[in-house]
């Protein structure tokens, strides 16, 4: 099939009220008309999310993410040139075209135009917005290929649409832009010194007491086995420990533990001191990990700075107690 027709096939599924896997550089989205709630509720069935948790709309430019608005104030628009399309999502008052469903009952809407070619061909030729979380089943690990999506939600999507590995492969930057100052309510791509440098001034990290937000939940992101995170230099003792009680146990790092593992322990080095790397298959890892029956995951936090802040994030609340 061309890539016209994926285009035309998956206008043709969200115009019938229907659920369209959908590549975006971040992870893969659950995609649905966001302005028909029909079709929003069957997202919320198909991940068994609660319905109370607000989804992002994702529109094709700046100038269609707007009526989805009630206004663009001065730092929204500053944002939305510096960084869309891309991996932010912004926090503003909605507009009466998104449904209360949508927005889980809150006076605030998350708007993001993602930049994958693909999402950006289907959500131009569709002409309006949709509404899309993460492909997976809620609290699981996000999906950052065509594969995943089938494997978690199967039959319950309509159309994956196959636009490779995601490029980033973490959940995009949200900035809540609702209140009196702007804050981020989780990391991502787009780092804290990337906002500071746009807007002026300081942008905290306010990941308590904010509105009901899924990727803010202490146990989120996890794969079935549990995860441990342990200091670098304690990694090759915990592994023998872990390996003489557990069947399989798993090993995530940057580099190869400094000494040799038991033969139960499979390990998956990234290799690449570069965090984009590590970010970019950190989902696939921990899924490869799963998939080869480990019970217990090992790994180590990365240097939280950049984009190590997200990934540190992410970690941590794959780790925390379920
Ligand atoms: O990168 C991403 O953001 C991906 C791709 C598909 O765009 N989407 C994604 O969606 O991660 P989801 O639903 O898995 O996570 C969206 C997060 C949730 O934590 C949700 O609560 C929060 O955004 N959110 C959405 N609307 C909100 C609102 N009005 N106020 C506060 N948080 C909101
Ligand atoms: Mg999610």
């Given at each position: 099939m061309s890539a016209d027709d994926v285009v035309a096939r998956a206008v043709a599924v969200l115009r019938a009220g229907g659920l369209v896997g959908l590549p975006t550089e971040t992870v893969y989205g659950l995609a649905a008309d966001a302005e028909n709630p029909v079709a929003v509720q069957k997202i919320f069935a198909a991940k068994g999310r609660p319905a109370d948790h607000p989804v992002i709309v994702h529109a094709g430019s700046f100038e269609d993410a707007q009526p989805y608005a009630a206004a663009f104030s001065a730092p929204a628009v500053a944002l939305a040139q510096a960084f869309?399309?891309?991996?932010l999502t912004l926090i503003v008052r909605r507009s009466s075209r998104v449904p209360l469903l949508v927005t889980g009952g809150l006076d605030t809407v998350g708007l993001r135009v993602p930049r994958h070619p693909m999402a950006l061909a289907i959500l131009r030729a569709f002409g309006r917005a949709v509404a899309a979380p993460s492909a997976n089943r809620f609290g699981a690990v996000s999906p950052t290929s065509a594969e995943h999506v089938r494997r978690d939600l199967g039959a319950a999507v309509d159309l994956v649409v196959d636009g490779g590995d995601s490029e980033v492969g973490l959940e995009s930057t949200i900035v809540d832009l609702s209140g009196d100052a702007p804050a981020v309510l989780r990391a991502g791509a787009i780092t804290t010194d990337q906002l500071t440098a746009v807007l002026g001034t300081p942008v905290p990290l306010r990941?308590?007491?904010?509105?009901?937000a899924p990727g803010t939940l202490p146990s989120h992101y996890a794969p079935r086995a549990s995860v441990e995170l342990v200091p670098d230099d304690t990694v090759t003792a915990r592994l023998a420990a872990l390996s003489a009680r557990h069947s399989r146990v798993g090993f995530l790092g940057l580099r190869a533990p400094r000494a040799p593992v038991p033969p139960n322990v499979t390990a998956i080095i990234v290799g690449d001191e570069d965090p984009a790397a590590l970010a970019r298959t950190l989902y696939r890892s921990l899924r490869a990990l799963d998939d080869a029956g480990c019970e217990v995951i090992v790994t180590t936090v990365p240097e939280e700075r950049g984009l190590g802040v997200a990934i540190a994030d992410r970690l941590r609340r794959a780790a925390a107690p379920r």
């Amino acid at each position: 099939m061309s890539a016209d027709d994926v285009v035309a096939r998956a206008v043709a599924v969200l115009r019938a009220g229907g659920l369209v896997g959908l590549p975006t550089e971040t992870v893969y989205g659950l995609a649905a008309d966001a302005e028909n709630p029909v079709a929003v509720q069957k997202i919320f069935a198909a991940k068994g999310r609660p319905a109370d948790h607000p989804v992002i709309v994702h529109a094709g430019s700046f100038e269609d993410a707007q009526p989805y608005a009630a206004a663009f104030s001065a730092p929204a628009v500053a944002l939305a040139q510096a960084f869309w399309p891309g991996p932010l999502t912004l926090i503003v008052r909605r507009s009466s075209r998104v449904p209360l469903l949508v927005t889980g009952g809150l006076d605030t809407v998350g708007l993001r135009v993602p930049r994958h070619p693909m999402a950006l061909a289907i959500l131009r030729a569709f002409g309006r917005a949709v509404a899309a979380p993460s492909a997976n089943r809620f609290g699981a690990v996000s999906p950052t290929s065509a594969e995943h999506v089938r494997r978690d939600l199967g039959a319950a999507v309509d159309l994956v649409v196959d636009g490779g590995d995601s490029e980033v492969g973490l959940e995009s930057t949200i900035v809540d832009l609702s209140g009196d100052a702007p804050a981020v309510l989780r990391a991502g791509a787009i780092t804290t010194d990337q906002l500071t440098a746009v807007l002026g001034t300081p942008v905290p990290l306010r990941t308590e007491g904010g509105p009901r937000a899924p990727g803010t939940l202490p146990s989120h992101y996890a794969p079935r086995a549990s995860v441990e995170l342990v200091p670098d230099d304690t990694v090759t003792a915990r592994l023998a420990a872990l390996s003489a009680r557990h069947s399989r146990v798993g090993f995530l790092g940057l580099r190869a533990p400094r000494a040799p593992v038991p033969p139960n322990v499979t390990a998956i080095i990234v290799g690449d001191e570069d965090p984009a790397a590590l970010a970019r298959t950190l989902y696939r890892s921990l899924r490869a990990l799963d998939d080869a029956g480990c019970e217990v995951i090992v790994t180590t936090v990365p240097e939280e700075r950049g984009l190590g802040v997200a990934i540190a994030d992410r970690l941590r609340r794959a780790a925390a107690p379920r």
